[in-house]
């Protein structure tokens, strides 16, 4: 069935004289129906990771696997793999019918019959039943989204990839697509393999997200281990929106000094950092409580610098009362709270919720308690 | 001007709408200019052409009568010049299309057969631009350089034996002529072709393209389903430029079939001695001629019209 596993996949393109790794080590083993979400900044390579799964480029080393055959020399028309483009792709000289058809004529031996049969039930699947005699230059940009995607689904293959199919929509109808997806995908079962790089869709459709930087498979996890777990500096900061504060911190016997602030930790979490020194703390921006008691170990008192009304919730950005103008981390508290810019508030960071990373190398060292 | 004019105090008012109302003049003695110029223009490019189409209803005394450009009277009005440039050119006409469209249309296709492939096909980079220099050469051969190889060419070549079949059928021989210029239309105008479609495939998604590949289609079939279909616009184009090119060269006629008196003879061939005699030029019937010989290309022109226009825009 259709597992699909990366071991070892490396691609490098040639640039000039030198050589450019644009995919460095990737492995990734998806089972069979499930739904993962690649997701990482501008150039980080995973677009051509999904370009490999399908063919389009070739791998420079390691394996690609489907159903546990080594597909790295088989061409794209023999991978029985479906991929749906950021531009959509469609072919502007066939109606929406034609489009559908293409795939199934092109790949398999189906009579007409069966071909119209199975074009007019994906259609009823992805509501365009109505337009299957239209062009694509007479749809909608949505419309010309679900053809795309009805024009995969019809092929009934064994992966799906998703090349940012959702990036052209406006946000209204990409957050109704994105749920539609999900629906779509759970109720067909295919292994899909999904690429982005918005991390609302990263967190909100796969059952697992793979975190690309610069080439490097960052973590594999599920979107709440990743939040909460991070492997890494790297994935702490990518994940969340507001993204988490970094504060680079040494470590002096049981306490972190930092720039501006000093920060006790309890034995446990000094049981997880072992004998690094060199550290940066991360915290949540919605960890970070307001408070009137000024007084605990880890409780600072802070200037308000600017405050975004987001309506359920206020996006405040503080500064430590030594740190120099500028130099801001951020909250966020309850919309009804009445903050205004100028004020001085003591803020709590509960050790609980902070997250530890070596300094040097940026692997996580102690991640926040989960309560279970 | 109208702030420096502010600054000055009491007067700027004035001044401002003498200002203004002397711009507006100047405008419309600008437009009046222009107008003027676009119609000399006009009447420029069109005198030429109006006056050949009179001269070719005019007689003989008519044409020497008469300024060039005058449209014939009553009395030196005639069609004989236009029936007999036809009699003398209807076989000509004949020849010309045996050669020109199957040339036309196979330089296009092959043009386009091998621009899909310098573009679309998975062939590395370092092969492909060798090929394509190759093909951007051809284009800057200048005719007048290929006549003697060309020549040497089809005198090495026993195509007239190889066709003895077609001789036995009871065709004249002398069209040897038009099978020689059509495969020498065809390789000379190769280069042009493909440069052109070229450009068009180069603009052509590429995610398209894979996506048809991942649909299952090979490389051939994307061409006959994808690419084919896609390719009308810049079809027109080239079908255009190469029929106007082929039809009207007089140079490879020369070579190739030689005399306005074999059979094979094509119109530019007959054109060129039409109305020519020792008693001087019959222009009435030269420009009867040249009209009857420039049909075909506006005729090509008018059907392709629209698509020609949406494949030069791209």
């Known amino acids: 069935m259709g597992t699909l596993e990366l071991d070892g996949v490396t691609k490098v393109f040639p640039d000039g004289d030198g050589e450019v790794v644009a995919v460095d080590d990737v492995n990734i083993e998806m089972r069979d129906g499930e739904f993962l979400v690649v997701v990482g900044p501008s150039g980080c390579g995973k677009s051509t990771t999904l370009r490999m799964v399908a063919g389009l480029e070739t791998v420079t080393s390691g394996e690609i696997r489907l159903a546990s055959n080594v597909i790295n020399d088989v061409k794209p028309q023999h991978r029985d793999i479906a991929m749906v483009f950021q531009s959509y792709a469609l072919y502007p000289h066939m109606t929406v019918k034609g489009n559908m058809a293409f795939g199934l004529e092109e790949s398999t031996d189906l009579s007409d019959e069966e071909i119209e049969t199975r074009v007019t039930d994906a259609a009823a699947t992805m509501g365009i039943a109505e337009l299957l005699d239209r062009k694509p230059s007479d749809l909608s940009g949505g419309q010309q989204q679900r053809v795309a995607l009805g024009r995969a689904i019809v092929r009934d293959p064994e992966v799906f990839l998703m090349d940012e199919p959702l990036s052209n929509l406006d946000a209204k109808l990409r957050s109704e697509m994105r749920t539609e997806l999900q629906r779509l995908q759970s109720e067909l079962d295919v292994t899909t393999m999904y690429v982005t790089h918005d991390q609302t869709e990263a967190m909100t459709m796969g059952d697992r997200i793979a975190i690309l930087n610069a080439g490097e498979l960052q973590q594999v996890a599920t979107p709440l281990e990743c939040y909460h777990e991070p492997a890494n500096r790297f994935v702490a900061g990518f994940i969340g929106d507001p993204s988490m504060n970094f504060f680079d911190v040494e470590r002096d016997g049981d306490t972190l000094i930092g720039d501006t602030f000093d920060y006790p930790l309890s034995q446990s979490t000094l049981d997880d950092i072992g004998d690094v020194t060199d550290l940066t703390l991360g915290i949540r921006p919605e960890d970070i409580t307001v408070t009137e008691d000024a007084s605990g170990d880890h409780t600072f008192s802070t200037v308000v610098e600017v405050v975004e009304p987001m309506g359920d919730e206020n996006t405040v950005y503080l500064r430590f009362e030594d740190a120099p103008e500028g130099e801001t981390f951020i909250a966020t508290v309850g919309g009804l709270q009445r903050i205004s810019v100028g004020d001085e508030i003591s803020i709590e960071i509960p050790e609980k919720a902070i997250h530890l990373f070596d300094g040097s190398t940026g692997e996580a060292v102690h991640n926040r308690d989960i309560e279970e | ?314």
């Open chain 2, 1 to 314: 001007m109208s702030n420096d004019a502010r600054t000055d105090g009491g007067t700027a008012s004035a001044t401002d709408t003498g200002a203004s109302a002397g711009a507006l003049a100047r405008i419309d003695g600008y437009r009046i200019l222009l107008y003027l110029g676009l119609v000399g223009m006009l009447a420029f490019f069109l005198i030429p052409i109006e006056s050949g189409l009179v001269t070719s209803f005019k007689t003989p005394g008519g044409v020497s009568g008469s300024l060039p450009f005058a449209p014939p009277t009553s009395s030196t009005f005639t069609l004989e010049k236009w029936q007999s440039a036809f009699d003398a050119l209807g076989r000509g006409l004949i020849n010309s299309a045996l050669y020109a469209i199957p040339a036309t249309v196979i330089s296009a296709l092959l043009g386009s057969f091998a621009a899909y492939g310098i573009t679309q096909s998975n062939w590395k980079q370092k092969y492909k631009a060798p090929l394509l220099a190759l093909f951007v050469a051809g284009i800057f051969i200048p005719y007048q350089a290929v006549l003697v190889p060309l020549s040497q060419f089809w005198s090495m070549v026993p195509l007239q034996e190889w066709l003895g079949f077609l001789w036995a059928l009871g065709i004249n021989n002398d069209y040897v002529g038009v099978i020689e210029l059509i495969v020498t239309h065809v390789a000379y105008g190769l280069p042009i072709c493909t440069v052109l479609f070229r450009s068009y495939y180069k603009n052509m998604s590429e995610e398209m393209i894979e996506a048809a590949r991942l649909d299952g289609a090979s490389i051939r079939r994307i061409y006959r389903r994808i690419v084919l279909p896609l390719s009308g616009p810049m079809f027109a184009v080239v079908l255009i430029y190469q029929f106007t090119q082929i039809w009207n060269d007089l140079l490879f006629t020369l070579v190739l079939v030689q005399t306005e008196s074999s059979a094979a003879a094509p119109i530019v061939l007959i054109l060129a001695g039409l109305g020519t005699s020792l008693e001087g030029q019959d222009f009435a019937l030269r420009m009867a001629g040249a009209f009857i010989a420039a049909l075909p290309t506006l005729a090509v022109y008018i059907a392709f019209g629209e698509e020609f226009a949406e494949g030069v825009a791209t």
